[in-house]
């Protein structure tokens, strides 16, 4: 079972290479992924790392937490699931503002203003 990480506070000049190489200390390295900006291509400042079992993962975190790399305090945590973007749950907002506008509209005898 793969065990996704996520590293924070990364310096802008960091490498996937550099992210392996520290991380290949601690276990078996499954993927490293720098996010980027999409237009200029440049590093965020953040990655996720797939290691290859819960205690590897664990033993990364022990380890590397609080660790300097190119001059920055890097931050290691268990990485939280990615959010479900939901259709109906936008659905319902829209449709709660638009029931709003409509009441708006009434008038004290029930009748709409315009």
């Given at each position: 079972?793969?065990?996704?990480?996520?590293?924070?506070?990364l310096s802008y000049e960091t490498s996937e290479a550099d992210l392996n190489a520290l991380f290949s200390g601690s276990g078996t390295v499954m993927s490293v992924a720098l996010i980027k900006d999409r237009d200029t291509g440049s590093s965020k400042g953040f990655a996720f790392i797939e290691m290859s079992s819960q205690t590897e993962a664990e033993q990364a975190v022990k380890d590397i937490n609080g660790a300097l790399i190119n001059n920055r305090s890097i931050k290691?945590?268990?990485?939280?699931?990615?959010?479900q973007n939901d259709y109906s749950t936008y659905k319902k907002r829209s449709n709660k503002r638009n029931n709003k506008s409509r009441n708006q509209n009434k008038?004290?005898?029930?009748?709409y203003r315009y």
């Open positions: 079972m793969d065990v996704t990480l996520y590293v924070g506070n290691v945590n268990l990485a939280r699931p990615a959010k008038g004290r005898d029930g009748s």
